[in-house]
């Protein structure tokens, strides 16, 4: 559990909650994945649980607020939910990431694409208050700037989900500008977090190599040791989001998606800050397909309009979330690491 009652400044958090009235309700979809899971429970801690609908292909089985079993890709029964829930937000967070992507390349766009057109036109038809969705560093490839990548920079993605990405943040911007609905976005880096695992990303290793290192096993990396990615902890990832979210509309200059970033690093650095805990942890290194899309992807982000624009403050560095990762997988996997 995060202390996400604090996320906003003095005043903010009465703000956010008296505009959000009991008849009001969010709709997570994707909300049994890596993020959606932490996401759901952190709007549960700041709004009243019961007006945070989790929704998800799958069951989610029993929750401290509402559930529904949903395919995005079924425009009626997404209505159908808006409806019954009278939903004033949606978190659309269902999407085919970045390595399972390239498996199925043509799937991955109509899942990706399609789930969004009808998250959009539902939210324009019945005028909902405000939708997110988040993009990614993957919108970027190799012609862009690798160190310090600006937000406005040239979008060649090499992947089918990066393509999805920035087509995305493209109909965000036109559903903003044209009919006026407040989407809100942000470029994820690669997310780690200890709560739950990811879902076919190139960024997975950042988030298994925890999970190794404290049962005391070897782990084999499939990106090469000198791979820098930018990275966030999920509590920055869940903090970023929310407070985008509650941020005034005229504050907000970017409508396609925040650029927004945390910490870099490569395996070798994670792997060297594990070690201060777990000296005796070790790892090899076999680069497969993932690595080439690693390739493409920047080493580091600018995200100086988030900063700006709405007060973006990462607070976790490496060794802070590592302290953090170990400390909470151990209990999970009910080990000692010191
Ligand atoms: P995930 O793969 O862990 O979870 C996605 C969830 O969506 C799953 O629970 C899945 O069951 C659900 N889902 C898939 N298809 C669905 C459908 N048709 N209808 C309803 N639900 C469906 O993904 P995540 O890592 O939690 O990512 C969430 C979002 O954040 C995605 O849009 C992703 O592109 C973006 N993102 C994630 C990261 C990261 O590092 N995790 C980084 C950048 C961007
Ligand atoms: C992935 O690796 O596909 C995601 C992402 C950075 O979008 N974690």
């Known amino acids: 559990m ?3 009652r604090g996320v906003f400044e003095t005043g903010r958090a009465n703000r ?20 959606g899971a932490v996401l759901t429970e952190a709007l549960r801690e700041v709004y009243p649980p019961d007006q945070v609908i989790a929704a998800d292909l799958r069951d989610l089985g029993p929750q401290n607020g509402p559930t529904e079993i949903l395919d995005a890709l079924d425009g009626a ?5 808006v409806k019954k829930w009278r939903v004033t937000q949606i978190y659309h967070l269902a999407a085919i990431l970045s390595a399972t992507g390239e498996k199925d390349p043509l799937r991955a766009w109509e899942i990706n694409m399609r789930s969004l057109f009808n998250v959009l036109e539902v939210s324009r038809q019945r005028q ?10 993957a919108v970027f490839g190799r012609e862009a700037s690798h160190n310090s990548t600006p937000q406005y920079e040239v979008l060649i993605p090499e992947t089918v989900y990066g393509i999805s990405k920035v087509a995305g943040e493209n109909w965000a911007n036109y559903y903003y500008r044209r009919y006026g609905l407040d989407v809100r976005s942000l470029r ?6 200890h709560q739950s695992m990811p879902g076919g990303g190139t960024t997975d290793y950042a988030v298994d190599i925890y999970h190794y290192a404290v049962q005391h096993k070897m782990y084999e990396c499939f990106l090469s040791a000198h791979t820098r990615l930018p990275m966030l902890y ?6 970023a989001t929310l407070k985008l979210m509650e941020a005034p509309a005229n504050l907000l200059s970017v409508r396609t998606s925040y650029n927004l970033a945390g910490m870099s690093f490569t395996p070798e650095d994670v792997t060297a800050s594990i070690r201060k805990i777990i000296p005796s942890f070790k790892v090899t290194y076999k680069p497969d397909f993932r690595q080439a899309i690693a390739d493409s992807w920047p080493a580091s982000i ?9 007060g973006w403050q990462p607070q976790y560095d490496l060794d802070a979330m590592t302290k953090d990762m170990l400390q909470h997988l151990a209990v999970q996997y009910q080990v000692k690491v010191e």
């Open 234 to 239: 999920m509590p920055d990832a869940i903090r």
């Open 302 to 310: 600018d995200d100086s309009a988030a900063r700006s624009d709405w």
């Open 2 to 4: 995060f202390p996400f």
């Open 128 to 137: 909902l208050a405000k939708v997110y969705f988040p993009s990614s560093i």
């Open 188 to 193: 994820y880096p690669g997310i780690v977090g």
């Open 77 to 81: 029964a997404l209505e159908g939910l």
């Open 16 to 35: 956010a909650t008296k505009l959000f009235m009991k008849q009001d309700h969010i709709l997570i979809i994707g909300a049994g994945g890596q993020i």
